[in-house]
């Protein structure tokens, strides 16, 4: 019994604990119960107010819809309205075709007309130029008229003082005619006094020429004669003299030696005027060779060096020619300066109507005051113990130079150099 009472208790107390879980659970599911209650109380006033709003939406939609019923109603008038308008279009339409078709037509011919308007336009714009070139010729041609009508107003008028002024001169003339032909009488007289004059020149020259190679020639004679008697006496009475007197006729005999050479050179010079025959073809290259040649000894013992370009063929007098060329370079070979070689160059440039030749040497130069002066005869710018001479070289190469037609001159700077330059001009002889 016992045993059934405490199995009986034991399940009790069992169904107890059942008991009191389910009512935990019941518990808990109350609490849930009434939170689910407060969410659906709160989800229902939710609804309610949505359905509130959608009441007023409601009603929003419907004022909307019978405004688009308004709407469509107007839209169906206006719709009829715009087909009628459109008809209307159409028509209009219709008729504005026809009436572009008829400007069409008209701008056609309106073109055509315009086309030949611009001809006819372009015609007139020609015709006027045309005329108002010719009214601008005209104008001048006007101006011209007058300012020539004027001119011979003007000239009528001085004419009629030109003839006034003639008829003046005319008197003048006559009277200065008077005069003229008494000054040319005089003048014809006068001329007559001239050519005689120049007649007796020419003469005179002559005469002169002969007198002068005459007295040359005959002073020679009695000069031989004292030269070769103070030969005799030197040789065949010099132990009878002493030494004074021998040095006195050893002076006198030096100096007929210096006079013979300068009557030999007055000669030669007064004999180059006398009439020669101008040769063409006379090549300076064979007078140079031959010159060179006749210096051999002088330059082979000075040491002088010659160069000679190639020169030309000419027309000149031959001997002369090669004087003038011997004279120049005589000179140079003598006036060189003693310390260096001398160096003698020959050239040539061909200029209008001739031939410039120059001889260039590197010797003691010439002072500028005495360019001229040594062309002049008898010039001589050293004393003769310096440098032997007679003072007629240059003298010879200008009175050459002019026989040629040309002209001689030196350029020099003194202590260093000479360029002698001469010009032959027989081209136009
Ligand atoms: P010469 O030679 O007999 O003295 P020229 O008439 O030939 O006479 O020359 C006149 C002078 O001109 C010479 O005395 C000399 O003083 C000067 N002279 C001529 N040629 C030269 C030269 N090449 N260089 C310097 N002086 C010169």
Redesign the pocket.
């Known amino acids: 019994m016992k045993d059934k009472l405490k199995e009986t208790t034991e399940k009790l107390i069992l169904a107890n604990k059942e008991l009191a879980f389910q009512n935990e659970e019941k518990a808990k599911r109350a609490a849930e119960l009434i939170i689910a209650n407060i969410e659906l109380a709160f989800q229902n006033e939710e609804k309610a107010k949505r359905a509130a709003e959608l009441v007023v939406a409601n009603k929003e939609l419907a004022f909307h819809n019978e405004e688009k019923a308004k709407r469509a109603a107007e839209l169906v008038i206006a719709n009829k309205e715009l087909a009628f308008q459109n008809e209307e279009k159409a028509k209009r339409a219709a008729e504005l075709v026809i009436a572009n078709k008829e400007l069409a037509f008209q701008n056609e011919e309106k073109e055509k007309r315009t086309a030949e308007l611009v001809v006819a336009n372009k015609e007139l714009l020609f015709q006027n130029e045309e005329k108002a070139k010719r009214a601008a010729e005209l104008v001048i041609a006007n101006k011209e008229l007058a300012f020539q009508n004027e001119e011979k107003e003007k000239q009528a008028l001085e004419l009629v003082i030109a003839n006034k002024e003639l008829a003046f001169q005319n008197e003048e003339s006559e009277i200065k005619s008077e005069e003229l032909n008494i000054t040319n009488e005089e003048l014809a007289s006068q001329n007559e006094e001239k050519e005689k004059r120049a007649t007796e020149l020419v003469i005179t020259n002559k005469e002169l020429e002969q007198f002068s190679y005459l007295i040359s020639h005959d002073l020679r004679e009695p000069l031989l004669t004292i030269r070769s008697f103070i030969g005799l006496i030197l040789d065949e009475h010099s132990e009878e003299m002493n030494d004074e007197a021998k040095k006195y006729f050893q002076f006198v005999s030096d100096a007929a030696v210096r006079m013979d050479d300068l009557i030999k050179g007055l000669l030669d010079y007064s004999r180059l005027s006398a009439a020669k025959q101008l040769n063409d073809g006379i090549d300076c290259n064979e007078i140079l060779k031959d010159l060179v040649a006749d210096y051999n000894l002088l330059i082979i013992k000075t040491k002088a060096v010659i160069t000679i370009e190639p020169l030309p063929i000419i027309k000149a007098f031959p001997l002369e020619l090669k004087l003038l060329f011997g004279?120049?370079i005589s000179?140079?070979i003598?006036?060189r300066k003693k310390e260096i070689v001398s160096e003698i160059h020959i050239s040539y440039k061909k200029i209008t109507a001739g031939w410039q030749f120059a001889v260039k040497?590197n010797?003691?130069?010439?002072g500028e005051k005495?360019k001229e002066k040594?062309?002049l005869i008898f010039?001589?710018?050293?004393k003769r113990k310096d440098?032997?001479?007679?003072?007629?070289?240059?003298?010879?190469?200008k009175k050459i130079a002019e026989l040629h037609g040309g002209r001689i001159w030196v350029e020099?700077i003194l202590g260093e150099s000479?360029h002698?330059y001469f010009t032959i001009l027989t081209e136009r002889l």
């Not at 440098?387 to 190469?397: D, N, P, R, S, V």
């Open positions: 004279n120049l000179n140079a003598k006036f040497d010797g003691i130069g010439i005495d040594i062309f010039q001589r710018l050293h440098y032997e001479g007679t003072g007629i070289g240059l003298a010879f190469c020099s000479s002698f």
